[in-house]
């Protein structure tokens, strides 16, 4: 099994779980590519992560090696093209991780929007404790929209009883016990709206313009899913007209290449990030909610596990 785009946290995890499974992993930091496949020439099977987009021409070049199944370290599938890669024979899988890193992270940048703490940690840092223009509002007192209720959605609506408030759900998938209503009616009611649904061709942009405009006025959008699912441009307009309160995005369109890098010294091509960046009720963070000790054991055991299984389904099938 070779794997790519293997950080050293996730390498000092693959030499220690690796035996247990029978597997001798081949662990490099070169992200996946057409030039880099020639790295998994002798294992069918493959580990690449969700930072790197898998071309075509790089699925042609994994399965001219002799690849036949890619286990991608992620949720998410939507940096591999699944039906192209079905098309040369070679199947794909994703990995469950606790969905409680995602759900811990989706609850603080939750209290983060609706407490202003962007405003008083950039105030403190110049050393001004002057209470804030804006009040802060207590979760108890609104009503949640939660969008996808697979496993990370659950686990945010778990956390927000506690809270005390209203939550209203939508889903293509799952359904839980939950008040369930349609998206329209969710966006009218909810002063937050939270997205934990996949990102497919239906979902991308699944808040346009459109249904942005129908949210209520003064609402906030926290992001943890997938960039795409929000049209950043129409995200823009509703926060510079104030219809929107505010945003806590863990995720953007168009982060390849900026999250995870370090850009201190870099210009920012993202004119769009730039924007977010300056606004005081905008937090940014960087792809970051799914990375806790628990869950990249999690995704490093899985790895190893879809790879037993590819092999072992080959050997009787």
Do not use: W
Request: proline share 3%; hydrophobic share 40%.
């Amino acid at each position: 099994m070779t794997v790519y785009g293997c950080g050293q946290d996730e390498a000092v995890l693959f030499r220690e779980l690796a035996p247990g499974f029978g597997i001798v992993p081949t662990l490099t930091e070169a992200a996946v590519s057409e030039s880099h496949a020639e790295l998994a020439r002798g294992n069918r099977s493959i580990s690449v992560g969700h930072k790197t987009p898998v071309s075509r021409a790089t699925l042609v070049a994994l399965h001219r090696v002799g690849v036949r199944h890619i286990s991608t370290r992620s949720v998410g599938t939507n940096h591999i093209d699944l039906a192209y890669a079905d098309s040369l024979g070679i199947s794909v899988g994703n990995v469950c991780y606790s969905p409680d890193s995602v759900a811990d992270y989706t609850l603080m940048l939750m209290l983060m929007a609706i407490r202003d703490a962007k405003s008083t940690i950039r105030r403190g840092a110049v050393h001004d404790y002057r209470l804030n223009e804006i009040r802060g509002k207590e979760l108890r007192d609104l009503t949640v929209g939660v969008i996808g209720t697979g496993r990370i959605g659950s686990a945010v609506m778990d956390r927000l009883r506690g809270f005390g408030c209203r939550i209203l759900a939508n889903s293509h998938g799952p359904h839980t016990a939950a008040a369930y209503v349609p998206l329209d009616e969710l966006l009218r009611q909810s002063d937050i709206v939270t997205l934990h649904t996949p990102l497919t061709a239906q979902t991308h942009h699944l808040l346009d313009r459109r249904r942005i405009e129908q949210m209520k006025r003064g609402a906030f959008v926290i992001n943890t899913g997938r960039g795409p699912l929000l049209d950043t441009e129409a995200l823009l307009s509703g926060l510079e007209s104030g219809r929107l309160a505010g945003a806590a995005l863990d995720v953007l369109e168009g982060e390849e290449g900026i999250f995870y890098a370090d850009c201190r010294e870099k210009d920012i091509e993202s004119k769009a990030l730039l924007r977010l960046q300056e606004m005081p009720n905008v937090l940014i963070t960087p792809h970051t909610a799914y990375y806790t000790d628990h869950a990249l054991s999690d995704t490093v055991k899985n790895s190893l596990a879809n790879c037993l299984e590819f092999e072992s389904r080959n050997q009787h099938g």
